[in-house]
């Protein structure tokens, strides 16, 4: 059986040539739990399934430390490299759960930066005395999250001594901004559709 430990310090050789950024210089030797675990189940011819979710945790790694999509999309061709693998099975599969993990942690970043930028003070515009204006356009349709979110900017806004505030948006959104408002003491009117 090949030594575990020096295959993970050549991939992790082959990887550190190919960075192109810093952050993937940095990520190769905070990865190196994860690669040992692939090198455990490619070597012990393990259940694929498991050989894939930990692909997918190395992608979701690259991308949560900041790597490079050509790390994230060369890093298991240099596993097989050094495995001398080129040809087997279980390399474009997951090469793929690599990507997969890599893009998914993308995605979920976008979309919590997206949810943030709704929060108060960003969704609110203020009016002079102790008014407000809120923009009720939180992207979400979920009742708990638009509750959450609500509670949230009513908090914000009874801390900010805001005491009126006037609506518009998305009929969910605006339903959860009145309830927790009114909550908090806060007088709010909802603005006229467009017609």
Sequence with gaps: MKDRDALVAAWSDKDRTRAVLPADRELVDASATIRALIIDLV???G??????DACAVLGRLIAQ????????????DHAADVLDARSAPWLVPGRAAVAEGFAATLVEDAQLEAMRTWEFPSCAVPLGQAGLAICAGHPSDDDEVLAAWAARVAK?????????????????????LVDALSLVGIEVNTAPKPR
């Design 47 to 52: 259940p694929e399934d498991e050989l894939y």
């Design 43 to 45: 070597l012990a011819g």
């Design 65 to 76: 430390r900041r790597g490079s999509p050509t790390l994230a999309s060369a890093t298991l």
């Design 156 to 176: 914000a806004a009874a801390l900010a001594g805001v005491r009126r505030a006037v609506l518009s948006g998305g009929e969910r959104a605006s339903a959860a």
